[in-house]
């Protein structure tokens, strides 16, 4: 953050974000709060085929997609969304929405306004060797430890709450 607290242009290539593994996904970091003094973060997503994100509600930030490749299928106040590469997908703040991959992977664009949720994923997560699904032997954080990080980021960044719900059908 520079002294006048205003964001500064930069630029990062996928190949160079932060790459770290959790919840079976490859997540690269393009733009964190750090990146844009908490206006907005950016993440390029890797995900296998299946469901990818329970019911939840950002109550604080506004969250969109962008298909760049595959499939999936977005349950948004219960209607499903179709979206083939191409699409972008906006959910307001205080929106129920899920989703799930129909194509074998779907690589996308996910970001949060303001931002917060990739301080989770940070906590939460692995640092990723290389940039691949996640194998399925790796060794997550301990659920006590993230569980006292995930209370400390929000605290710090209010738009990372997220309320996951129980009972959704998609």
């Not at 733009?31 to 973060?41: P, V």
Request: hydrophobic share 40%.
């Amino acid at each position: 953050m520079n002294p006048q607290n205003k964001s500064q242009a930069f630029e990062v290539n996928h190949a160079e974000g932060r790459a770290y593994w959790g919840m079976g996904i490859l997540w690269i970091m393009l733009a964190t709060a750090e990146d844009t003094n908490g206006a907005y973060s950016c993440i390029e997503e890797l995900i296998p085929q299946g469901p990818a994100a329970p019911a939840h509600i950002h109550e604080a930030a506004n969250e969109t997609f962008y298909i760049l490749e595959g499939e999936a299928t977005f349950f948004v106040e219960d209607q499903p969304i179709k979206a083939t590469a191409g699409s972008f997908v906006s959910i307001p703040q205080g929106t129920k929405h899920a989703f799930q991959i129909d194509s074998e992977t779907v690589r996308l664009i996910n970001t949060y306004v303001p931002a917060g949720f990739e301080q989770m994923i940070m906590a939460t997560t692995v640092p990723a060797e290389v940039r691949t699904l996640p194998p399925a032997s790796i060794a997550f954080p301990n659920q006590e430890q993230s569980n006292r990080a995930m209370e400390q980021i929000i605290q710090k960044y209010p738009a990372a709450k997220t309320d996951f719900l129980q009972g959704y059908e998609s």
